[in-house]
């Protein structure tokens, strides 16, 4: 898992070296055309001004400057990014309101529909978690391995619609039922959910 964060650290890092190489070249090339300027014993029709070249750098700066946040951003924090948070199944309260990526086995298919889907995943230690998305997952099956990146909210009746992007009436045959097992517990608000490994895939 850290190896797909560093991959992407590591390519972050590579744009940013190149605008910046980019930009670097574009000041070579604005001296080159002051350079010009002076020799030359007026405006050229066509050619760059002084207010011109001032509008350059200006514009230059605004660009170093951007790129100086990017490249400052990409540091110890940036390479954990990606990496899985499954502590999550023991320590659940504490991530209330993050963005997080686990995997685990799906416990159970809770329901599949044209709006949306509803499973329960479990990881190592821990209780299983309840994961809605606003997206149908067909292709899962009970026992697959998945890899879940969403949001960690407290399942509240009033706020569903708005945490998990679906109405419950709309995802449950019996939202009541689902409610009664899961208010007030954690659920993830699923963003991606990709498969790791499909069940039986080893037998």
Same mark, same amino acid.
């Given at each position: 898992?850290?190896?797909? $964060?560093? &991959?992407?650290? &590591?390519s972050r890092k590579l744009r940013a070296g190149r605008t910046a190489t980019a930009l670097a /070249?574009?000041?070579?090339?604005?001296?080159g055309l002051a350079a010009c300027s002076d020799d030359s014993a007026g405006p050229e029709a066509g050619g760059v001004t002084a207010e011109d070249l001032q509008q350059f750098e200006d514009q230059l700066t605004g660009l170093e400057e951007r790129v100086g946040v990017l490249e400052g951003g990409l540091g110890e924090d940036d390479e954990l990014a990606g990496e899985e948070d499954n502590a999550l199944y023991d320590d659940t309260q504490s991530y209330v309101g993050q963005e997080v990526t686990v995997s685990g086995e799906v416990s159970e298919m809770v329901t599949t529909t044209d709006v949306g889907s509803s499973i329960r995943i479990a990881g190592e230690s821990g209780d299983p978690i309840a994961v809605v998305s606003a997206m149908p997952s067909a292709e899962l099956d009970a026992n697959d391995v998945v890899r879940v990146t969403g949001t960690v909210v407290e399942v509240q009746r009033d706020t569903f619609e708005e945490d998990f992007g679906v109405a419950a009436d709309e995802l449950f045959e019996? /939202?009541? $039922?689902?409610? *009664? *097992?899961?208010?007030?517990?954690? $659920?993830?608000?699923? *963003? &991606?959910? *990709?498969?790791?490994?499909?069940?039986?895939?080893n037998d």
């Open positions: 898992m850290t190896s797909n $964060a560093g &991959r992407m650290s &590591r /070249a574009a000041v070579v090339g604005m001296g019996d /939202a009541d $039922a689902w409610f *009664e *097992e899961e208010e007030g517990a954690i $659920a993830i608000s699923a *963003e &991606r959910m *990709e498969i790791l490994q499909a069940q039986g895939q």
